[in-house]
């Protein structure tokens, strides 16, 4: 007599590797090995290969591809004119090197005392500093060191929260409390004070401010990542992975964590224009990136005495960091609407 098969999700594998055994040509999406289909974790169709056949779950839309992502981005005309922005800064700031030695002729910590505070004019496009400095020099070079503390902070941030988020919801229990106990004492504590302290007792550079705001900046995604492998972790395709004898890193990394990196890439391109205010803020007051070495924030730290000598050296810093977090929000926001497939039936 046969056997039955009590449990559905075992059932529903073992169908379909009958089929497959028995001569069913295998869908473009099928392929050897255990794989997620990369997707969103709340109503995107989930799929996992089990080696038994796919195993789709019941409660699924469209999936949302690279492709359809795109064509949903693309539509958001505002958008992509911040996305043509914000590739513009990181261009220019790649290039500074070159922008130095072929455009402006002069390194960002040249001083000229005979020409200090000069107005916007060939060869300083933006004007001098109070110390004879060329200000578009000094403000792509800038871009450097703010672009890039904010990229690092919201890598490491974005590891670290992504780790101990899903190491929380996953296994529950005691790991789950200590990890949101200690989510919860970081989050009661006011992090620019704590920004402020450690910045006047130690000397930062840019390493290792970002190092130090991503200390306190990995809680949010965390307790994003817990909630989203909470609503995962009994999905089918995860109880077929267990069933078929994955532990629980390999669940983690190879079956949950995939489906989450929607909510991560949105996470992360909202997380870095706060990241760069706060450490244009820490700059400003003097307590991030150190002269000479230029950012945004210490550019602003002497110009407030030469406002009226120079308003570049006000509006030129200024206009960088508002350009460049509102290009990165916006481009957050209409990449968070292209991620969601509930906005696609609209």
Known sequence: MESRIENPDLGRASERSRRYDGGEAPTPLQGAGTNVSIASASSVPLRA????????????????????V??????????????????????????????????????????DLLHILRPPAAPHYLGTDELGRDV?????YG?????????LTIAIALTL?????????????AVDAVIMRAVDVLQSIPSLFI????????????????????????????RLVRAEVLSLRERDFVVAAR????????????????????????????????????????????????????????????????FFHSVTLVIAPGMAIFLTVLAINLVGNALRDALDPRLARR
């Open 70 to 111: 795109w064509r949903r981005f693309r539509q958001d005309f505002v958008a992509l004119a911040a996305l043509v922005v914000l590739a513009l800064l990181i261009v220019l700031a790649l290039a500074a090197p070159l922008i130095s030695t072929y455009v402006t002729h002069v390194t960002p910590d040249r001083q």
């Open 243 to 306: 069933a078929l004898g994955a532990d629980g890193l390999r669940t983690i990394f190879w079956h949950i964590l995939p489906n989450v990196v929607p909510t991560m890439i949105v996470w992360a391109t909202l997380g870095v224009g706060n990241v760069i205010l706060v450490e244009a803020s820490l700059s400003y007051l003097g307590l991030g990136v150190q002269p000479p070495a230029p950012s945004w924030g210490n550019m602003l730290t002497n110009a407030q005495q030469y």
């Open 143 to 151: 871009a450097r060191v703010s672009l890039g503390v904010a990229g």
């Open 195 to 222: 920004l402020i302290l450690i910045s006047v007792i130690f000397n930062v550079g840019p390493v290792s401010l970002a190092v130090l705001i991503a200390s306190l900046s990995w809680t949010g995604i965390s």
């Open 161 to 173: 929260g992504a780790l101990l988020g899903s190491l929380a919801g996953y296994y529950g229990g």
């Open 49 to 68: 290969d089990t080696g038994l056949g796919w195993l789709d779950d019941t409660e699924v839309t469209t999936p949302r591809t690279a492709g359809v």
């Open 136 to 140: 578009l020099t000094r403000l792509i």
